[in-house]
């Protein structure tokens, strides 16, 4: 398939403020090779509007119960990332304050509402944006997935409701990846359920890894796959010894920790005021570099 | 979906104009001028096209998209340079996409398209885009030094902003722009000099029930000798095997014409272009025998077990030098005296006016009568012929079955436009399964003849030679399995066309009504 040939990580400083997004028009991918641009045809996506792929979808959750930790920055740039590197990829926006949607310029409306989102099918697919970038898609928040939990008390499969939804755009998207609202509630357990991989950003101080340990107990307690569970260090100031030694901690305790850490940079503050994720506004940033080196790790660990 | 609209611009288009009138009703963002080439490719008798499909090669990538938007491909793959062929093309979905339909045609390239692509974002009022347009300059062109130059408007929707999609399509038909119609092959055809589906090897002969049967036999044969001369080239370039095939077949549907499409010509004419056309036939011969042998090369090394499947390399490698020769040999006889005055001669006769000699009694005949009465004789022939085979008949009563079955297919392609597309069509579909039955089994029996007459020139040579001989020996007993398999399909394929629903059809369509008086001076036909 095509985006395995593409290698638009490597490759991108070369052609320093180059926007790939400046050419969406036309232009599926952009592939650069030293001095020469090579325009690479889109992917194989069939006339028939669905994707030609042997994968199944992989459902991605940014999560935390911890509030401003970075999970929408994280979902925002891995989800662009997700979709440079050649694969169909749509993110979700759950949280009602709608910040992923802001983000990308989508004004934060579900036209059917809570109880839409959670009906699924047409209603699912009507409030699907294209977004500034090729292959990547949104769903928008609505203010009224605050009472996704009231709405989802009513139904008679509380818990897994979500994940059914997402199903019917399986064949749509390689990748959907879930920007969460931070709370432990039902949303957050159909969450649980429909992810393959859960994203859980840490802040390296000593509350933030108390929130995490409190998560990992949870998952044990309702007997979730914790397998599915992968943290990461966001918002890191590596001069801090507080930060050098939480981490220092919880690697002693939790294996799967990314090795790729989201330093604390003010470009990913900047997200807010360009309305574009990092890589799209600031390639040759330090910040863009950590977020396409810890999508590449996430791609990795989801294809073996 | 994104499906992307091409407009055509108005005459007048003052692009300035429309982009400053665009700015004034929209939020635009314009990108950097970006530059794109592309070369455009199908086969001779335009495969591609006629399946509604572009291939296009970009950089390095080929791709094949729908006609209508190359920049929504099926499938593509990473190819430094388009190869002829498609089984030299990389493993993967676009080989094995492109293989049934091209099967041995070469990949012609058909053009170049350089463009010029202005880009303008739609946005909104949170600078968000919802829809792009572009202007795209294509200056096309195609093997001489012939150039042509395209300006076309692109409208991309977006997901989810449908309704801006709608108000800008409604801005750019107030301009004068129209969605357009036509592909990029067509509006390359000043460049090209070839209009899309301007050769096919399917007969088109529109004719006329009325007409004189004299005007319409002549109207057949030059359409005819036109497929002919546009193989020619192809066969001197050797490009591939099918412009020799193309080439033969019109040459045996003129022969089949000039003897079937009895007293339409004067006697001594008639008798003096079938001599000329039997042996315009007989040159490519052996040509096309080794063709259709080196073509299914692959075929034979599967039969082959696996020890021998080495022992067969010397005799294809003796094939492909015959081949040249002999391909040598008919590049030459195209550009002889002999076939030039031929094709001169024959020209001459079919342009010249109709003639009423008393020689060619059924040169006035309406066509429709006439064809309506060879095409249901010829049928009742195959039905005679084909009834009297048993399992016991010997091999040559389906070679003469085979016979009367082309003839037949022949007289109803000649004459398909006098008759419902859809009832001729499934005659012909019948017709074709029979032959195809009979063909196969005669294809087995003319290849087992032909491998053991090689047997000789392998083995005089010791060691390898022997070898071959062991594998054509081989081959020959798996080529009689499949005939036997073959000749038992026979009775069933031939129950099917011999069915009662196809006599009736026929009946209808041909047969002659009942003569209240017979009409002495139109017998013979
Ligand atoms: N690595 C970072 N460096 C500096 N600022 C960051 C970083 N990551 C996130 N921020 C900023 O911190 C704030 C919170 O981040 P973000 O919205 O991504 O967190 P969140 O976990 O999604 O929050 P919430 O729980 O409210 O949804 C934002 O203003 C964001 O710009
Ligand atoms: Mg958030």
Redesign the pocket.
Known sequence: MLRRTAKVFETFEVYGGWQPSCYGMFIEQKHICNTTLIILASPPRAGTGRVDKEEPVKIIAVY?F??????????VNLAYLAAQSGARTLICDL?P?G?ASFYFRVKAEFVAGAKGLLKGGGNLEKSLKGTDYQRLDLLPADFSFRNLDRKLDGLDSPKTRLGKVLGSLRDEYEYIIL?C??NITIAAENVFHAADFLLV?IIPTTLAVRSFAQLLLFFKKKRYDHKKIFAFY???ESRKLLHRESMAFVESRFKRVLHTR?????E??R??MHRQPVPAFSPNSP?AAAYRSLWEEVEKIIKT | MTQMTRYNLPDAFDKADFLKQLAESYPLQREREVRDQAVFYDTFDWRLYEKGLLLLHQDETLALAPLKDEHLPLCVCTVAETPLFAEDLPEGELRNRLTPIIEMRALLKLFEKRSRLRTLRVLDEAQKTVAYLALETALLSGAGNKRHSHTVLWLRPLRGYEAQAESLHNFLSESGCRPAGESWPEIAAPVTERAPGDYSTKLRVPLEAQQPSGEAAKTILRVLLSAMRANEEGIRKDIDTEFLHDFRVAVRRTRSALGQLKGVFPVAETQRFRKDFSYLGKLSNRLRDLDVYLLHEKEYQNLLPEALRGGIDPLFDYLRVERRKEQRKMARALRSPRYLQILQDWEAFLNAPAENSPSAPNAGVPTGELAGARIYKRFRAVLKAGRGISGASPDSELHALRLECKKLRYLLEFFSSLYPEQEIQRLVKQLKGLQDNLGRFQDLFVQQGTLLSWVERFSAAAGEGEKTVIAIGSLVGSLEAEKRQVRSAFPGIFAKFASGGNKKLFKKLFAPPEPAVAAPDRKGF
């Open positions: 935390h911890k509030g401003g930790v970075g999970k929408t920055a994280t979902a949280d304050q910040s920007d609202p931070p950003p966001s918002m890191v989201i330093p604390y940079a003010a990913i503050e997200m807010g910040a």
